[in-house]
């Protein structure tokens, strides 16, 4: 295997044992939505926008900062520069922890004003009240779950990705079993009101960060001890050098979540106000709410494990390839992960969206199904372009085109600013995703045009690849006509007959699309490095021991 091969690999390997622990800790997050709906029932609709709001305050509190610190950390790991690299962990972690604690106060004041803006007029007076106690309570993970991001940081820098792929399941785990165990103690046991389930899940993402911090402190202790360099030795770097380097990389992050944020925080807000306006009533708000908000939201988020996963990836080896100056290896890592984002993730789209109906059926019941399977397919759609442009975002930023990055950001807030209520009133639910696909293109065409001038990207070659990765998807959907042909409506019947039905599609699709795309244009070894031979699978494997 060439060295050219390897590196290509290696990008690849870590996103995908990457993808192993972000899949886990997503399937888990699936799999509590059944139980947990069935102890809170209507009220989950509390948790779904109190949980949005603490995600919007911990994008902006986090701010980038995690891939800032993976960036440098990479860039003096390259240099084997461990003075600098402990210096880098010091600053960092102060950094994040004060702006956990500002985050949290913010947050924990203004949850009045966000649910007085949040909660349809003319709702029980009560649902005021329990939004705000929700808001108060998830407030308090904004303590914690930067730090835990700071070690996260730290480890995808030094590419240390196995590490950073198990404290995501990890974190999961103890969420999800606190809040399962605790909500049904309240609700089965001690006879409570359904509202503390969803009390106790909001309480679940702060324990879960202080136990993977318990854990990081552990694991630090040793892997820092076995790091063989000078402890006495000083950086040549100074605190305020290096944390300007930081916030160099930090700071277009900073602006850009908090243009992003804000967007995202105006879409929630003034969401009922556009819907009433145009005349849709409280009920049926509510209903769309909790599923843009928690049920479809948490399905989407099965092909956002790519995103996630390559972006983790990309980062450190893009930070270490420009380190060295080599632009042929810079462009070599866009190249792969635009690539292999792609070829996953389009043929999943696909798939999800013409069995979308059996998916949300099984996972989540028959309950207001027609309306979930109509936002559930918009909402899967509108995937295909926001995984691009985060993957294509985040390239822009490590190749420092981040003046270039917050104009689009400001662009995009601004369209959002003018036309979302607007869209919403004319044209109801329907306009939340028109502006959506507007918002991700207004990123993704400029983006291509900057990267391209950047390093030169083969424009030629990426197109006919993307070409061949959607003629393979034809056997998708030949397979999803032809279940409809046949009539079977399995989410008509049980849940487990739905997932049957989906596991034996599912399948079928895959393996199809594999099949079209390794023996007629031979994509997997083209981006993967992948033989389906007997030695080619075991070399592929072996990489992720």
């Not at 380190?323 to 792609?342: F, G, M, P, S, Y």
């Amino acid at each position: 295997m060439t060295r050219k091969t390897v590196n290509k690999q290696n990008v690849i390997i870590g996103a995908l044992t990457g993808s192993a622990g972000i899949f886990i800790t997503k399937f888990l997050g699936l799999l509590y939505l059944v139980p947990f709906n069935e102890m809170a029932q209507g009220d989950s609709y509390f948790y779904g926008n109190a949980y949005q709001i603490y995600n919007y305050a911990l994008n902006i509190c986090q701010a980038g900062l995690p891939f800032a610190i993976a960036t440098v950390v990479a860039k003096y790991a390259a240099r084997d520069d461990y003075p600098t690299i402990m210096l880098v962990r010091k600053i960092a972690r102060r950094l994040l922890s004060v702006l956990g604690i500002l985050s949290f106060l913010v947050v924990f004041l203004g949850a009045g004003v966000l649910s007085n803006r949040i909660v349809p007029a003319g709702s029980d007076p009560l649902d005021f009240s329990y939004t705000q106690t929700t808001v108060r309570i998830v407030s308090f993970a904004l303590i914690f779950v930067p730090v835990l991001s700071y070690y996260r940081g730290f480890y995808q820098g030094m590419k240390e990705m196995k590490i950073y792929s198990f404290t995501q399941v990890l974190e999961q785990l103890i969420r999800v079993g606190f809040l399962l165990g605790a909500g049904a103690i309240c609700v089965y046991i001690m006879k409570l009101a359904r509202i503390w389930a969803v009390y106790m899940a909001v309480v679940s993402t702060s324990l879960s960060a202080i136990g993977c911090i318990i854990y990081f402190l552990k694991y630090d202790r040793e892997y820092m001890s076995q790091i063989d360099y000078d402890h006495k030795a000083a950086s040549r770097y100074s605190g305020r050098d290096i944390l300007l380097e930081t916030l160099g990389f930090a700071v277009p992050y900073l602006l850009s979540a908090v243009i992003a944020n804000a967007s995202n925080m105006f879409i929630l807000l003034m969401f009922k106000d556009g819907l009433q306006a145009g005349g849709v009533d409280g009920e049926k708000i509510k209903i769309y709410q909790t599923m843009i908000t928690l049920n479809t939201e948490k399905i989407v988020a099965i092909p956002q494990i790519l995103l996630l996963a390559f972006q983790a990836s990309l980062v450190p080896h893009l930070a270490s390839a420009m380190a060295r100056e080599n632009v042929r290896e810079v462009r070599d890592v866009i190249h792969k992960v635009i690539l292999t984002v792609n070829y996953l993730a389009i043929p999943l789209l696909t798939f999800m969206i013409i069995f979308s109906k059996p998916i949300y059926h099984f996972l989540l019941g028959s309950l207001n199904l027609e309306e979930a399977d109509y936002i559930l397919r918009r909402m899967l759609a509108i995937q295909y372009l926001y995984i691009p442009s985060c993957v294509l975002a985040s390239t822009l930023i490590t190749l420092r085109k981040r003046k270039q990055y917050l104009i689009m950001e400001a662009v995009r807030l601004l369209f959002v600013l003018l036309f979302f209520k607007p869209f919403l009133t004319r044209f109801g639910i329907k306009g939340y995703f028109f502006c959506k696909i507007i918002e991700f293109t207004i990123i993704i065409v400029p983006s291509i045009r900057l990267i391209h001038d950047a390093c030169r990207l083969n424009m030629k070659y990426m197109e006919s690849q993307l070409v061949k990765i959607v003629l393979s998807c034809l056997p998708i959907l030949v397979i999803g006509i032809a279940a409809k042909l046949l009539g079977f409506n399995p989410y008509h019947a049980s849940r487990v007959r739905s997932l049957l039905y989906c596991l034996f599609n599912g399948i079928l699709c895959m393996a199809s699309y594999l099949y079209v795309s390794a023996r007629v244009f031979n994509q997997p070894k083209e981006l993967l490095g992948l033989e389906f031979t007997k030695d080619g699978l075991r070399n592929f494997l072996s990489s992720f021991r």
